[in-house]
């Protein structure tokens, strides 16, 4: 987006933003069908595989048509949102699904002897996750009803181990809500790191950055999609080094 330009609705937000002008002046970005850059010279790919120059190398990394969707839907979930006086920013990165988001999360974030605490309602894919992957890599999920703020309060207080709180709200099937403001107040005073699926809400609904949650995650297969036509998901975060970097600061333990 031009920030020059500023996008003032939410409406204009949800059309213009992450666009930039295709050079051949299409007024959708095209779907770049490429699994490759190249690069004029030899020296530029060294320059862009060693950071020192911003540019496409591989899409897994990232490729033009994948960047606009992830500007898009970061300045969706930032809409309004100011942090110290400033827009609030975040990044947020493409995965092949919803689930391929949920387990980079949280690979990325936990390790061995980490607990996380969550609702017992959750998608059952993220459920299966949470009970029968994470304890094979020695992470506990510790599943409570979380709508009584009272067993978070509880389970925090007995247990030092808890490093995310992981929401889901509105719950998929079960349309079960939490409260994002009071459990994220609760898990931020303990140190926690927060993450929330928005997917049933979307940010038109709900938006968690709101409320100081650290990571967004949707399965863009549903609502972000909207046609059912292709499986996908995002990552979102506010640390934009962790986002670029996948390094988290605060986890020195
Ligand atoms: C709330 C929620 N999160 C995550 C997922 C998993 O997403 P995907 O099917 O894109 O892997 C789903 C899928 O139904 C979902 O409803």
New binding site residues.
């Given amino acids: 987006m031009d920030k020059s330009f500023p996008l003032s609705g939410w409406g204009s937000v949800a059309v213009h933003a992450g666009h930039k002008q295709d050079p051949n002046y299409a007024h959708l970005v095209p779907i770049y069908a490429s699994s490759t850059f190249v690069f004029d010279e030899a020296e530029q790919g060294m320059r862009r595989f060693s950071g020192q120059e911003e540019g496409y190398i591989y899409s897994r990394w990232g490729n033009p048509t994948f960047t606009e969707a992830e500007n898009k839907i970061a300045a969706l979930e930032t809409f309004g949102i100011k942090k110290n006086g400033l827009a609030l920013e975040a990044k947020g990165i493409l995965h092949a699904?919803?689930?391929?988001t949920?387990t980079t999360l949280l690979l990325s974030t936990l390790k061995p002897g980490d607990k996380i605490l969550t609702h017992y309602s959750l998608?059952g894919?993220?459920e299966e996750i949470m009970s029968k992957v994470l304890p094979s890599l020695g992470i506990t999920a510790i599943i409570a009803d979380l709508r009584n703020i009272n067993n978070a309060v509880d389970a925090i207080k007995k247990d030092k181990a808890i490093k995310m709180l992981y929401i889901?709200t509105p719950?998929?099937p079960t349309i079960q809500c939490v409260d994002i403001e009071q459990l994220c107040e609760l898990a931020k005073q303990n140190g926690l790191l927060t993450a929330c699926?928005n997917?049933?809400a979307t940010p038109y609904l709900q938006q968690p950055f709101q409320f100081g949650v650290d990571f967004i995650?949707h399965?863009?297969?549903?609502f972000l999609n909207g046609h059912g036509t292709a499986?996908?998901?995002i990552l979102l975060g506010t640390d934009l080094d962790f986002m670029k970097t996948g390094y988290l600061k605060w986890q020195k333990h």
């Fill in positions: 699904s919803g689930m391929a949920i998608y894919g993220t889901e719950a998929n699926d997917t049933f995650v399965s863009t297969t549903k499986i996908g998901g």
